[in-house]
């Protein structure tokens, strides 16, 4: 079955400060896998993507296949960031986004 | 180019009635993805259209919801005799073909059933 698990609802750190979204995955496969960012009053919007392996507004997320996670990292918060981020995988060659239940980031000033 | 649009925002209707919703891809893309949110969740996957051919549905599609793309631009979806779980927002998404595009949203429609 696939399945996306983002363990934290709710994230709180204060700018400055590094963040660590948690992603984990389950999938019989070589799924792709996606960060999606969904900032106050905007619609859903492509973050990252793993195969890119490129760092988007200072985020960068590496897949490890051992853990099967896929977490997204910045080392030093800004306020900007608070957002709502949805990690979701694709099956290759597969259309449909699967996706976790969110996480929301809160950066305090 | 607005990006992905959708309409309306939001429908408010009694349980029992039928509502039908409209989604604008970005214009060169032609797979077109329904989504289906509710509160707390992340995006749920109802069904996927490349060109006019509707490719694959999910079993949360019952058989009281119903898709269409009749010529490859635009997708309506359409719910028949609505209860109170399909109040949820519906997500509307395109990409490109071609191996795993990237998918662009739309703001979504928000159904409100009462």
């Known amino acids: 079955a696939q399945r996306v698990t983002q363990p934290e609802k709710l994230l709180s750190v204060f700018k400055g400060a590094p963040v660590e979204l948690k992603c984990n995955y389950s999938y019989s496969g070589s799924p792709e896998l996606f960060w999606y960012v969904q900032y106050s009053r905007q619609r859903l919007q492509l973050l990252l993507r793993?195969?890119s392996r490129e760092s988007i507004k200072g985020f960068t997320a590496d897949l490890n296949k051992g853990e099967t996670s896929f977490h997204l990292k910045k080392p030093f918060a800004q306020e900007e960031d608070s957002a709502m981020y949805y990690c979701?995988?694709?099956?290759?060659?597969?259309?449909?986004?699967?996706f976790g239940q969110g996480t929301r980031l809160t950066i305090n000033p | 180019d607005t990006g992905v649009s959708q309409n309306p925002r939001h429908k408010i209707t009694k349980r029992g009635q039928n509502v039908t919703f409209r989604c604008d891809p970005i214009s060169e893309h032609n797979r077109l993805y329904w989504y289906r949110q509710t509160l707390g969740q992340g995006p749920e996957f109802l069904t996927y259209f490349q060109n006019e051919a509707q490719l694959e549905k999910s079993r949360l599609l019952s058989d009281r919801f119903s898709a269409e793309r009749p010529k490859g631009s635009f997708s309506t979806l359409e719910i028949q005799r609505t209860e109170q779980g399909d109040s949820a927002m519906y997500l509307c998404?395109?990409?490109?073909?071609?191996?795993?595009?990237?998918?662009?949203f739309g703001d979504g429609t928000r159904l409100s059933i009462l």
């Open positions: 793993h195969i």
């Open positions: 979701a995988l694709s099956g290759r060659g597969a259309q449909k986004l699967v």
């Open positions: 998404a395109s990409s490109r073909a071609g191996g795993n595009q990237p998918q662009h």
